[in-house]
C-alpha cells in the first residue's frame, strides 16, 4: 500500500466516522428536544459522510481501469420481423376469421362503454349548478358571522366580504360590497339602481380563473386579482380594464333597507366565476 | 463450525462467455508432482466459499447468473452529466420514503374540526382534518417538520434535476434512433413529476394549496364543451368540493407513483438493453462502450451519489423553512392572500394565464373562455412540441441512422438553438408566473412587467435562437481543444547545441 | 423660536404628568389633547407654513401638488409625519415609508395644526389587550388578500405595493385602518377588533420560523429559486465531484 493509498484509506474511514458520530448525535439531539435545523444539519452530515467515503473508496482505492465492451446491434434484422409476424398469424383460426377480429373490436367498444360507468359516477352532472348562486331575493348581505352588514359599518372607500343570509363563506355565493360613493359611481341603466347610496356589490370570484378578487385598490377604485392580476374597475361595472380576464364581475343587485341593512334584489344576473362554454346559451 | 470464506478466490472460475479460464488438469499434475497432498484434494475437489454456496443456492433457483456476472461486469460510460439521470432517481426513492412516513400521519379529509395545537392563533379555528394533521405533523411530531420539509424541498429539485437531465439528453442529441422510445418514456416521467407535484402542493389543504386547486379546477372548466364535465368528475361537482382532497391523494400517494416507478423500471430497463451513449472521446466508437465496471466501480460511485443526495436535499430542509402552511392558514374560499403562486414548475403556466391578453371570444353562442388557450392549449402545444421532439428533428435533419455517440451540443446549431429557444420560453413564463413579487423587488409597476414579459414571451426566444444558432456555427469552425494535436510541439537538444523537434 | 419653546415647555410639563401619573397614558394620548392647545396649534401652523404649505396651501386647503388638509383629520397627519412618507421633497414623488423628518414634538405641533383645520378622525387608542386568534380571523379575511398572510406585504398592481408590516406599531395599524392611505381602502373596525388585529400582527413580526430560514416569507416564487439556484447547482457540483476520477488512470495491459 503505497502513502496516496494510506492518505486516501485515512479519509474514507474519517467520513464513515463522521456518519458514525453524527447519527448517534442525532438521536441524542433527537431525544433531547429536537431542533429542526440541528437534526437537519446532523442528518446531512450523515448521510453525506457516507456518501463522501463510498464515493472516495471507489475513486482512490479501486480499479479505474478504462473498460471496453463491445456494442451489437439490437435488432435481428429482416428475418427476425418477419417470424414475428408469422408467429402472430400463422394461425388461421385467429388470422383468417376477419368477421371475428371486427367483431372482437366492437365488442371491446362496448367494454369502453361499460367502463365509462364508474367514471360518470366521479362527479355530478353540472347542470344548472354554475349558474345558479345561493343568493335570493329578500335574502340579507350577511359578514362571515352571518350577521347582516350595516351601511354605517363601512366607511366610503370601504369594502367587505359579504354572502347570502344563511350561507356564511360561500364560494359562489362570495360578494364584494364596497362604498364606492354616490358621486364617483357611473353605472348605467339597472346597475345604477343596484348600487343604493354608494353602495356596490360584485362578485368576489374572479371571471378568469376564479380566484377571490380581494384586493381593493380603493385610491383608483379598482379590485385586483391576486392569481394572474386581473384588474376590474369598480366605477364602471367592474369591466376589465388590465390583466387576462375578460368578461366583468356580475354586480348583485342590491337594496339598502330602513335599519340600514342590506337585501338582494335576486342572483347575479349572469354566472359568477370563470367562464365556460355553454354560459351564453343558458346550460 | 467453520468461518464463512467470503473472499475473492485465487482464480477466477471462468471467462465472459463461460470458458472455463484455469487448467485444472496441468495444476493438478503439478500438485501430484510436488507431492502435495492437501493441494492434490483441493484441486480435485475444490470447495466452493460461503458465497459461492450462497450464488449457487440462487441460480439453481433462477437460472440467472450468466445475466447477473453480465450486469456486474457492464461498462459504464463516465461523464458527470450521465449522473443527472441518476439523482433524479435518487430524489425519487428519497421522496417514496420521506412520503410513506408522511402518509403515517396526514389525513385525507376535508371533514373540519377545531384546531387545538400550539400554533396560538389558530386555537379554535375551524379548519379541516387534513390541514389539522399537517399542523400535528409539523408541530407535534418529532422531526416531522424536517420530515416535510426535506419532501417538499426534495419535490423542488426533483423537478429540477430532471429538467436538467432532460436538457442534456436534447442537447448531446442522445434521443436519436434507437432510443426514441425511451425520449417518450422519459417525457412521461417528466410529466408525472409534475402531476406528482402539484397533487401534493393541494393536500395540506392550506390557502395557497385550495387556490392552486381553484385554478386548476378552471382550467378544466374552460374547455370548450366538456370542460364543466371534465371539471366536475375530477373534483367531484363544483368547486369547492369535500371530494377531492382524497382523490388527490389517492393519486399523489398510489396512482401517480405506481406509474412513475413503472415508467422507471422501463426508462432504466430501456438503457440497460440499449447500452449507455457516450461522448466522442478517447476510444469511444459508434459500436463500443468505454468507461468503468459496473461492479464495484460504478455501483460505488452511484451508491455514494445517494448519500449526497440526501445529504442535500437534508440539509434544504433543516435550515430553510418551505410551504409554512401555519403562517398560510386553512384553505377558504372568501379568503386569500397574496402573493399566490404554485410551486416553481408549474410557474410557467401560471405565467402564461397571467400574461395572456384578455381573450373569450363568443363563436355561434359558444364562449371560449378566457383561460382556455393560455391553461390548456398553450401547455399542450409546448408540451407536444418536446414530447414529440426527436421525430420533429428526424424530419427536419432526414438523419435516420443510428447514434450510439453523443454529439457535442454546438454540433447541431438547429437542435440546439431550437433547444435553448424552448428553455428560454419556459424561463419567460416561470418569471412571469411571479411578476408581482418581482414588482415589488424591482419596484417596477405589475403593468410595466407584465407588458415587458409580454413582448420577452415572443422576442426572447427569438432572440435566443439566433444567437445560440451564431454561437454553434462560429465554435464549429474552429476545433475543440481536445480536437487539437496533444502537448504541441516538443523541442529537444541536439549534438550542435541547437533545437529541433523530437517526436 | 418663541413658539416652540412654549411647546418644549408644555411637553415637559406633560412628560412630568405621565411620570407622576400611576396610569400613565400613551402618547396619542397627548398628541389628541396637544391637539386642543392653542400654542402647540400655533407652533404647528409656522411648521406648516415652512415645510407643507407649498403642495396643501397655505392654509391647508390644496394646491396644485397635493390634496386639501381640511377634515383630513390628526390620525391622517400622524400617520403620515410620523412614518415619514410626509414630507415629500417634491410634489409628484413616491410615497414611502422612512425615518421620520420631524422629531415627536414638531410632529405634535403639526397634528394638532392638521387636525385644528376641520372635524377629522383622531388618533385611535389601540389597547394592548387584543385576542390573537379574532385577530387571526380579521386578518384574513380583510389584510391578507394585500399584505400578505404572512404580513410580508406585496405589489398589488399601479405602482402601489402594500407595505410589509414587519415594523407597524399599534397605533400606525389603526391610523393605517382609519383613513386607508395611499391605495388601501378604509375600515371602520371597532376598538376591540382593532385591537385583535393588532395583537396578531405583532405576533406576525416576532413569529416563530420553526423550518428555518424564512427567506422573505413570499413563499414559492423564494422556494424556487432557492431550488433552481441553489439545491439544483449542488446537486450538479455533487455529480462533478462523484464523477471526477481519483487517482492517475491505470493503463489498459
Keep these: ?283 | 463450525m467453520k468461518a464463512p470464506r467470503f473472499g475473492r478466490r485465487e482464480r477466477p472460475v471462468v471467462d465472459p462467455i463461460g470458458r472455463p479460464l484455469n487448467d485444472p488438469a496441468r495444476e493438478l499434475r503439478d500438485a501430484e508432482a510436488r507431492g502435495d497432498a492437501s493441494a492434490v484434494d483441493v484441486i480435485a475437489d475444490p470447495e466452493p466459499t460461503e458465497l459461492e454456496r450462497i450464488t449457487g443456492w440462487l441460480d439453481e433457483r433462477t437460472g440467472l447468473a450468466g445475466l447477473v456476472r453480465t450486469t456486474l461486469r457492464k461498462v459504464f460510460p463516465d461523464h458527470w452529466s450521465f449522473l443527472l439521470g441518476e439523482i433524479a432517481l435518487f430524489c425519487f426513492i428519497i421522496l417514496v420514503a420521506t412520503g410513506t412516513f408522511l402518509t403515517f400521519f396526514f389525513v385525507p379529509s376535508a371533514s373540519q374540526t377545531t384546531y387545538a395545537g400550539p400554533y396560538p392563533p389558530l386555537q379554535g379555528a375551524t379548519v379541516s382534518e387534513a390541514y389539522n394533521s399537517v399542523l400535528r405533523l409539523s408541530f407535534d411530531v418529532k422531526a416531522g417538520l424536517l420530515m416535510r420539509q426535506v419532501h417538499h424541498w426534495t419535490a423542488v429539485v426533483f423537478v429540477a434535476v430532471i429538467v436538467a437531465h432532460l436538457s442534456r439528453v436534447f442537447f448531446t442529441g442522445a434521443f436519436r434512433r434507437p432510443r426514441e422510445i425511451n425520449w417518450l418514456i422519459g417525457f412521461g416521467l417528466l410529466t408525472f413529476a409534475l402531476a406528482e407535484g402539484f397533487t401534493g402542493y393541494s393536500l395540506p389543504d392550506d390557502l395557497l394549496s385550495g387556490t392552486g386547486a381553484r385554478i386548476a379546477y378552471s382550467a378544466a372548466i374552460s374547455i370548450p364543451l366538456i370542460g364543466p364535465y371534465v371539471a366536475s368528475l375530477l373534483f367531484g361537482g363544483e368547486f369547492p368540493t369535500a371530494a377531492f382532497l382524497p382523490r388527490f391523494f389517492v393519486l399523489h400517494v398510489m396512482l401517480l407513483p405506481a406509474l412513475f416507478a413503472g415508467a422507471i423500471v422501463a426508462h432504466v430497463g430501456l438503457v440497460f438493453l440499449q447500452k449507455h451513449t457516450q461522448f466522442r472521446v478517447g476510444r469511444a466508437r459508434e459500436d463500443n462502450v468505454v468507461g468503468r465496471h459496473f461492479w464495484p466501480g460504478q455501483a460505488f460511485v452511484s451508491g455514494g451519489l445517494f448519500f449526497l443526495t440526501a445529504a442535500v436535499v437534508a440539509l434544504l430542509g433543516g435550515l430553510v423553512q418551505i410551504n409554512p402552511i401555519w403562517a398560510y392558514g386553512p384553505f377558504d374560499a372568501p379568503i386569500v392572500s397574496s402573493p399566490a403562486q404554485p410551486d416553481w414548475y408549474v410557474g410557467w403556466l401560471d405565467g402564461s394565464l397571467r400574461i395572456f391578453p384578455p381573450f373569450e371570444p363568443v363563436i355561434l353562442g359558444i364562449t371560449i373562455p378566457s383561460a382556455f388557450v393560455p391553461g390548456v392549449v398553450i401547455p399542450g402545444i409546448l408540451f407536444t412540441i418536446v414530447g414529440i421532439w426527436p421525430f420533429i428533428e428526424r424530419r427536419v435533419t432526414g438523419d435516420r441512422a443510428p447514434h450510439n455517440l453523443l454529439d457535442w451540443p454546438w454540433e447541431s446549431p438547429f437542435r440546439a438553438a431550437t433547444g435553448a429557444a424552448i428553455l428560454g420560453l419556459f424561463a419567460i413564463l416561470t418569471l412571469a408566473g411571479g411578476n408581482d413579487v418581482l414588482s415589488a423587488f424591482l419596484d417596477l409597476p405589475i403593468e410595466s412587467l407584465t407588458w415587458l414579459f409580454r413582448f420577452l414571451v415572443l422576442a426572447f426566444p427569438i432572440a435566443v435562437w439566433l444567437v445560440v444558432y451564431a454561437l454553434c456555427r462560429s465554435r464549429q469552425r474552429y476545433p475543440a481543444p481536445d480536437e487539437r494535436p496533444k502537448g504541441g510541439i516538443r523541442l529537444v537538444r541536439n549534438a550542435t547545441g541547437g533545437w529541433e523537434e523530437a517526436e | 423660536m418663541a413658539g416652540l419653546a412654549a411647546l418644549g415647555a408644555a411637553l415637559l410639563a406633560t412628560g412630568v404628568a405621565w411620570a407622576v401619573s400611576p396610569a400613565a397614558p400613551d402618547p396619542q394620548a397627548a398628541t389628541n389633547a396637544a391637539a386642543a392647545d392653542q400654542t402647540v396649534v400655533d407652533a404647528g401652523r409656522g411648521l406648516f407654513t415652512a415645510n407643507c404649505a407649498a403642495c396643501h396651501g397655505p392654509a391647508g386647503q390644496g394646491g396644485s401638488g397635493g390634496p386639501s388638509l381640511v377634515g383630513a383629520g390628526a390620525a391622517s397627519a400622524d400617520f403620515y409625519l410620523r412614518t415619514g412618507r410626509m414630507p415629500l421633497s417634491a410634489p409628484g414623488q413616491r410615497v414611502v415609508r422612512q425615518p421620520a423628518h420631524f422629531d415627536d414634538a414638531e410632529i405634535q405641533a403639526l397634528v394638532a395644526y392638521v387636525a385644528s383645520l376641520g372635524s377629522g378622525p383622531a388618533i385611535p387608542q389601540v389597547s394592548s389587550g387584543g385576542e390573537l386568534h379574532q385577530g387571526w380571523q380579521l386578518f384574513q379575511a380583510n389584510c391578507a388578500a394585500c399584505h400578505n398572510a404572512t404580513g410580508a406585504g406585496n405589489a398589488i398592481g399601479g405602482g402601489y405595493v402594500a407595505v410589509g408590516l414587519g415594523n407597524a406599531d399599534p397605533t400606525t395599524i389603526g391610523e393605517a385602518t382609519i383613513i386607508g392611505p395611499g391605495a388601501m381602502p378604509a375600515f371602520a373596525f371597532d376598538d376591540q377588533s382593532l385591537a385583535d388585529i393588532a395583537a396578531y400582527i405583532r405576533f406576525l413580526q416576532d413569529a416563530p420560523t420553526p423550518g428555518g430560514a424564512p427567506i422573505g416569507q413570499v413563499g414559492p416564487v423564494a422556494e424556487g429559486f432557492i431550488g433552481v439556484a441553489i439545491g439544483l447547482p449542488l446537486l450538479i457540483l455533487v455529480s462533478l465531484l462523484a464523477a471526477r476520477r481519483g487517482k492517475p488512470e491505470e493503463q489498459n495491459p
Design chain 1, 1 to 283: 500500500m503505497n502513502r496516496r493509498e494510506r492518505r486516501a484509506e485515512r479519509l474514507v474511514l474519517a467520513c464513515f466516522a463522521v456518519t458514525f458520530l453524527t447519527g448517534l448525535g442525532l438521536l441524542g439531539v433527537y431525544t433531547l428536544g429536537g431542533d429542526t435545523q440541528v437534526q437537519g444539519v446532523l442528518l446531512a452530515l450523515c448521510l453525506g459522510g457516507l456518501g463522501a467515503g463510498i464515493v472516495l473508496w471507489a475513486q482512490e482505492l479501486m480499479s479505474n481501469e478504462e473498460r471496453v465492451e463491445e456494442r451489437h446491434p439490437l435488432g435481428t434484422g429482416p428475418e427476425g420481423s418477419a417470424a414475428v409476424a408469422e408467429a402472430l398469424t400463422d394461425e388461421a383460426g385467429f388470422s383468417r376469421r376477419r368477421v371475428l377480429q371486427g367483431g372482437l373490436v366492437a365488442a371491446l367498444g362496448g367494454l369502453a362503454a361499460a367502463l365509462a360507468i364508474p367514471v360518470l359516477s366521479l362527479g355530478p352532472a353540472p347542470g344548472r349548478s354554475l349558474f345558479e348562486t345561493p343568493w335570493k331575493k329578500g335574502l340579507h348581505l350577511v359578514g362571515f358571522d352571518n350577521q347582516p352588514v350595516k351601511a354605517d359599518a363601512i366607511p366610503q372607500d370601504g369594502v367587505v366580504t359579504v354572502f347570502p343570509e344563511g350561507f356564511p363563506g360561500s364560494a359562489d355565493g362570495q360578494t364584494l360590497l364596497i362604498h364606492a360613493g354616490a358621486d364617483r359611481l357611473q353605472l348605467q341603466g339597472d346597475a345604477a339602481t343596484w348600487a343604493p347610496n354608494g353602495f356596490v356589490a360584485y362578485s368576489k370570484v374572479c371571471t378568469h380563473a376564479g380566484c377571490p378578487v380581494g384586493l381593493y385598490r380603493a385610491a383608483q377604485g379598482q379590485l385586483i386579482c391576486p392569481c394572474h392580476q386581473s384588474t376590474f374597475d369598480v366605477m364602471q361595472g367592474a369591466v376589465p380594464v388590465f390583466g387576462p380576464a375578460a368578461r366583468p364581475l356580475p354586480q348583485l343587485p342590491i337594496q339598502l333597507e330602513a335599519d340600514g341593512t342590506f337585501t338582494a334584489l335576486g342572483d347575479f344576473s349572469e354566472p359568477v366565476g370563470p367562464s365556460f362554454w355553454d354560459m351564453r346559451l343558458g346550460g
